[in-house]
């Protein structure tokens, strides 16, 4: 199975600056054939579901705030939020679609400072 | 307007069986690949099981092979989750979730990530 690891497990931000989470996989999921990265971003809100916001690592889903962004390839990644918007306040997750069993690493929870 | 409602869930005491099911409406239903990804209380997701748009390809987590059947009726827009032989871990929230690529894994593996999620439903296991 490929085991993916985020940090950190928390993270605490003033309004207005950039926050960072990192994503990585027990193994590449850059497939060769076509070179994306198999990597979804998703946040999730108290009481809510996951909302996508990034796959192939860097496709913006549609309607999501540019303020968003996804980079990293093969086994290392990151979600950047460029400008910490209070709206902004949940759970990240990260999953790999490479191969089954589909995996997502363990959340990222981003709170106001 | 994507829809998706689950319904089924509940109280059951292990060694006990429910079946959940997934409204969807607002798509092509037998056009997309479909999940199902649980989270416990307070915890992470974990995917369950996925089928493809034809029903003919299923996938599941080693965690619950043999004991769960994932289906669909593409005739009814509905997903469904036979869970038997339940444990107390396998209590959470279900939801069904949707892979964004129209004919992707017909018949192949689902190499799925999800762009619509329903709101979930609750199984507790527990005596």
């Known amino acids: 199975d490929i085991v993916m690891t985020q940090s950190p497990d928390s993270l605490a931000v003033s309004l207005g600056e950039r926050a960072t989470i990192y994503c990585k996989s027990s193994?590449?999921?850059?497939?060769?054939?076509?070179?994306?990265?198999?990597l979804a971003w998703y946040q999730q809100k108290p009481g809510q579901p996951p909302k996508l916001l990034m796959y192939?690592?860097?496709t913006r889903q549609s309607g999501v705030p540019d303020r968003f962004s996804g980079g990293g390839s093969g086994t290392d990644f990151t979600l950047t939020i460029s400008s910490l918007q209070a709206e902004d306040v949940a759970v990240y997750y990260c999953?790999?679609?490479?191969?089954?069993?589909?995996?997502f690493g363990g959340g990222t929870k981003v709170e106001i400072q | 307007e994507v829809q998706q409602l689950e319904s089924g869930g509940g109280l059951v005491q292990p060694g006990g069986s429910l079946r959940l099911s997934c409204a969807a409406s607002?798509?092509?239903?037998?056009?997309?690949?479909m999940s199902w990804v649980r989270q416990a209380p307070g915890k992470g997701l974990e995917w369950v099981s996925s089928?493809?748009?034809?029903?003919?390809?299923?996938f599941y987590a080693d965690s619950v092979k043999g004991r769960f059947t994932i289906s669909r009726d593409n005739s009814k827009n509905t997903l469904y989750l036979q869970m038997n032989s339940l444990r107390a871990e396998d209590t959470a929230v279900y939801y069904c979730?949707?892979?964004?690529?129209?004919?992707?894994?017909?018949?192949?593996?689902?190499?799925?990530?999800?762009?619509?999620w329903g709101q979930g439903t609750l199984v507790t296991v527990s005596s």
């Open positions: 979730a949707k892979d964004p690529r129209p004919n992707y894994c017909s018949s192949g593996v689902c190499y799925s990530f999800f762009d619509y």
């Open positions: 607002g798509f092509t239903f037998s056009d997309y690949a």
């Open positions: 089928i493809g748009g034809s029903g003919g390809s299923t």
């Open positions: 193994q590449s999921v850059l497939y060769s054939s076509n070179y994306k990265n198999y």
């Open positions: 192939w690592a860097s």
């Open positions: 999953q790999q679609y490479y191969d089954t069993p589909l995996t």
